[in-house]
């Protein structure tokens, strides 16, 4: 009872914060839509390739890039969280009877819903630019999206709280990124890739939250794509948010 | 009463393989309703020591209550009577003092009409009221400080925690914190604060203990420290003639007073017991036997001198 008071208690918090200042969530905005209204029309000529998925260009990227949203979004929010740390915010909490589930739930919570917004700006967006995908396979994908948030956001704070330095957390996120956008086949589907980097993103999970969407945006539940992307997510998103419950609860901030 | 009591509490940490023991063994205790000092240098564990005393720590081996309360199987009510100031103060600067201490109210489970009241009674009693609904990354040094004790006293903690309370203040802010403090005590908190400022424990603390290398190396007032220890100085200044050290010497050999007794060609110095009581003393041996005393100096021991004996090392070479 206590941490479900603390938690909206501190997400009501945060989200006063953020939309007190939303540079970041706009920020955030910025680069998929870029990709979709000056990258999208690049694919056009390759959707009737051999091997390039069904949906067409906008259908097929649009479901990539709600993914690639929801990992750079969420590897973002650290940079607030750092400057909190160092002002000692997060200590004070920490020494007040708030729950310490609530601690990291509130800022899910906040950054999860941030995200969706994010994500319905995105798809409003590219319904504009001519996508038409089933209404069903859309929503149902941005639960998708909620895992796949609920992951990045919860490692980027433990990460954090590891290594508590703007800097250094800055250089890990350079070196991740690009390869795991890469090999989640945002920009170009997989499918068009020679075996060997199939194989390698064969073990990027954020491949399987691709194909999952991208199967959804098309209406093949029954998809197996599908039930995977879910299985992966939520079993990761789980052994995130647990790592940050973790971390919150010894945390040297 | 003993509202905080520590037994043997000790911290290690692995950094990059190596043990290092930041507090080998600290044990205190502190009554209600003092103002008690921990003094020491940096690096000595003093605030290891207070991030386990506020359980944001959890320590290797020994023990602590807060108000009779295990701080380590019952953290969550000792939250709840503690109030805790970190060097760092921890108020959010994007949110206004009101903002933040209506909040930090509602942390402590106080309904909201509750804790807008609270924040409105704190605002008055620290002086914020002008600056109350500006953002708090906008204030002075001294203005964030008040804040942040302001944060710390929300729910009226039994005992209050204060780290380096004024470091790197103003002058101005840095007396205004000592009044706050005394006037806290005065109300019936008990005040547990770190310092390296001797000054400060000296004239702000009650009792105090002075930790270095991670261990207590003594406990007491800060009279009976500097009694215990050093004893007082007296520099008689005398009008000398060739034997007068020698004949002086002698005058005072029987005082039982008189720890020790050096001269030259200008003073006699003199450590003793209780100097102001022995001053008239040896003053009137002295004129009784016709030597002229010119001037007189009585100086007693500082903080310093107390550190200095018990850990070899000046405070302030310690501290730079």
């Known amino acids: 009872m206590q941490s479900l008071r603390d938690t909206w208690l501190l997400f009501n918090h945060y989200l006063t914060m953020t939309m007190r200042n939303p540079v970041m969530v706009i920020v955030g905005l910025f680069q998929p839509i870029v990709q979709l209204l000056l990258f999208a029309p690049l694919l056009e000529p390759i959707a009737n390739t051999e091997g390039f998925p069904e949906g067409g260009s906008i259908g097929v990227f649009t479901p990539g890039l709600l993914v690639m949203l929801g990992i750079t979004g969420s590897l973002f929010v650290v940079f607030g969280f750092i400057a909190e740390l160092r002002a000692g915010v997060l200590e004070r909490m920490r020494v007040t009877p708030l729950s310490r589930l609530a601690l990291v739930l509130g800022r899910l919570l906040r950054d999860v819903v941030m995200l969706l917004l994010q994500a319905t700006v995105l ?51 350079n070196f991740l990124i690009l390869p795991i956008l890469l090999l989640s086949g945002i920009t170009l589907p997989l499918t068009l890739a020679p075996n060997w980097i199939q194989n390698v993103a064969g073990v990027n999970p954020f491949a399987y939250a691709v194909d999952a969407s991208r199967a959804l945006f098309i209406g093949q539940f029954s998809n197996p794509a599908v039930w995977q992307g879910y299985l992966v997510m939520g079993v990761l998103a789980f052994l995130g948010v647990f790592w940050a419950v973790r971390s919150f609860r010894q945390g040297v901030a | ?291 002229h005393v010119q001037t007189v100096e009585l100086s007693r021991p500082s903080l310093d001198d107390v550190f200095l004996k018990q850990t070899g090392r000046s405070l302030r070479e310690s501290a730079n």
Request: hydrophobic residues 45%; proline residues 3%; aromatic residues 4%.
């Open chain 2, 1 to 291: 009463m003993i509202i905080l009591e520590t037994k043997e509490l000790a911290k290690s940490f692995r950094v990059r393989g190596r043990l290092v023991e930041a507090v080998k063994g600290v044990t205190m205790s502190v009554q209600a309703g003092e103002i008690f000092g921990f003094l020491g240098p940096n690096g000595a564990g003093k605030t290891t020591t207070m991030r386990m005393l506020t359980t944001l720590l959890k320590p290797s081996s020994g023990q602590a209550t807060i108000a009779g309360i295990d701080l380590f199987t019952n953290s969550r009510q000792v939250r709840e009577k503690i109030g805790y100031v970190s060097q760092a103060g921890g108020a959010e600067g994007a949110s206004t003092a009101r903002e933040n201490l209506i909040l930090q109210g509602r942390f402590y489970g106080l309904s909201l009409p509750d804790a807008v009241a609270r924040a409105k009674e704190l605002l008055a009693a620290l002086d914020l009221e002008q600056i109350a609904d500006r953002p708090s990354s906008s204030y002075s040094g001294g203005q964030r400080r008040r804040l942040d004790l302001a944060l710390g006293m929300v729910h009226k903690p039994k005992l209050l925690l204060l780290d380096e309370p004024t470091a790197a203040l103003d002058p101005q802010s840095r007396a205004w914190l000592w009044t706050e403090v005394r006037r806290l005590n005065a109300e019936g908190t008990t005040v547990f604060m770190t310092t390296h400022y001797l000054d400060e424990a000296d004239a702000l603390c009650q009792r105090l203990a002075i930790i270095d290398d991670g261990r207590i190396v003594v406990e007491g007032t800060p009279d009976d420290l500097k009694r215990q220890i050093v004893g007082d100085t007296i520099t008689l200044g005398l009008q000398f003639q060739p034997e007068t050290g020698q004949q002086v010497q002698a005058l005072l050999q029987e005082q039982s007073y008189i720890h020790s007794l050096e001269y030259d060609e200008q003073a006699v110095r003199l450590v003793v017991d209780r100097g102001a009581e022995a001053l008239p003393k040896i003053l009137r041996l002295i004129d009784d036997a016709n030597v």
């Open chain 1, 123 to 173: 798809v409003g967006v590219a319904w504009l630019m001519g996508l038409r995908a089933d209404p069903a396979g859309v929503a149902l994908s941005m639960l998708i999206v909620v895992l796949l948030g609920l992951l990045v956001s919860s490692c980027s704070y433990a990460v954090a709280l590891i290594l508590q330095d703007e800097n250094a957390v800055a250089s890990v996120l």
